[in-house]
């Protein structure tokens, strides 16, 4: 599975299939009332854009709950000078279908004319171009193919010409992705230079601007150090792409990246992976227990494959978080149905407890997540 995430807040994720990231939110209103619960349910029909969460209400004549000093629940109606009662479980309920959860990759490819070169020297039969292509494209082994039932996969192209810049040329993220995305690479040729840094800016701009709730991740392949739209040559445009990075990951994006030639220099690649975790941008992989591992593609398309494979690997998926800190007790007597039919709580096939925020749907189970399973319903501590 992918490297898991630093970050608590930022996202609200339900990881699913082993590539992706799902994220599902698990709401839940805290009380209303002493010894009554409420539950969230986030339906597979809620329009794009957001969930529709609304908290039960009471039943009438509930002793009302009020916050007290330093976040203290107190509830009307406890004993004067008593400790205050403590509310029973909070109940989480969420139907959710699986599509909506499954993680969202964009592969953000490098266009530029030096992708035309050979790879790994100057005397192989293949272009970096094309051997990109053939371990993304392939319809026996590329990646896309293998996984585009349970990865949302999207695309953007990115170079630059003269007075135009950047150039990008995209296919937006969904599931059974497969022929458009081919379609697109094999309509293009690799021109002009390597803005990286504008190209993410304005990806990570667009993927912020629409709607979802599964996690969202880019892989960066890219043969040459950055240069800027400002600044084509020379190839100076590293804090930039850096800074562009960073700015995903603060955004909820995570960013992997893969060098497909020695021209990108691996202190710069080091660094670009380093920035795509939110970790300090000069640790080295090896030597930093912290550092990103930063990709550098093998020279045939077999090795290529698996690398992708490998990488793909590391996105959570069958993963649900939870909003708030379940206890095992309450976990092992949830309710969690796929596809209508009940999983049960088991560490081999069913669902299990990750840690006190996540369930894991694991055996069987997750497998039937990947091949296409179509809806998931969690509740846990629900009368």
């Not at 700015?247 to 920035?275: C, K, M, P, W």
Request: net charge negative.
């Amino acid at each position: 599975m992918l490297e898991p995430t630093r970050r608590s807040v930022r996202r609200v994720h339900c990881l699913l299939p082993p590539l992706l990231l799902a994220g599902a939110g698990l709401c839940a209103a805290l009380l209303a009332g002493c010894g009554a619960r409420s539950a969230v349910d986030l339906l597979e029909g809620t329009p794009a854009g957001g969930a529709g969460f609304g908290p039960n209400l009471p039943a009438a004549g509930a002793p009302a709950a009020v916050a007290g000093a330093a976040g203290t629940l107190a509830i009307a109606g406890a004993p004067a000078g008593g400790a205050p009662m403590m509310p029973p479980p909070v109940c989480e309920a969420v139907t959710v279908a699986i599509d909506e959860l499954r993680p969202a990759l964009t592969l953000v490819v490098d266009q530029s004319f030096s992708m035309s070169f050979r790879y790994p020297d100057k005397n192989s039969p293949v272009s970096r171009w094309s051997l990109v292509g053939a371990a993304l494209f392939d319809p026996t082994f590329g990646v896309v193919k293998q996984f585009e039932a349970s990865v949302r996969f999207g695309i953007a192209f990115f170079t630059s010409r003269v007075g135009v810049c950047p150039i990008l040329n995209q296919v937006q993220a969904q599931t059974r992705n497969y022929a458009a995305l081919d379609r697109l690479y094999r309509s293009l040729a690799p021109d002009g230079d390597t803005p990286t840094g504008d190209a993410l800016q304005q990806i990570v701009s667009e993927l912020n601007s629409i709607p979802s709730q599964g996690p969202r991740s880019i892989l960066l392949v890219t043969d040459g150090d950055p240069d800027t739209c400002a600044q084509p040559n020379p190839d100076e445009g590293q804090p930039q792409a850096v800074e562009a990075v960073q700015r995903a990951f603060e955004s909820g994006i995570d960013l992997y990246v893969l060098g497909i030639s020695n021209g990108i220099a691996g202190h710069n690649l080091q660094q670009l992976a380093n920035a795509g975790k939110g970790r300090p941008i000069d640790l080295v992989w090896g030597v930093d227990a912290d550092a990103a591992e930063p990709f550098q593609a093998s020279g045939n398309v077999q090795g290529l494959t698996t690398q992708l494979t490998d990488l793909l690997n590391r996105i959570p998926l069958c993963e649900v978080r939870l909003q708030r800190d379940v206890a095992l007790s309450e976990v092992s007597s949830a309710e969690v149905l796929l596809d209508g039919q009940p999983l049960p709580y088991s560490e081999v096939d069913g669902y299990a407890l990750k840690d006190s925020r996540h369930l894991v749907i694991v055996g069987k189970a997750c497998e039937a997540i990947k091949a296409g399973g179509r809806q998931l319903s969690v509740r846990i501590s629900c009368d």
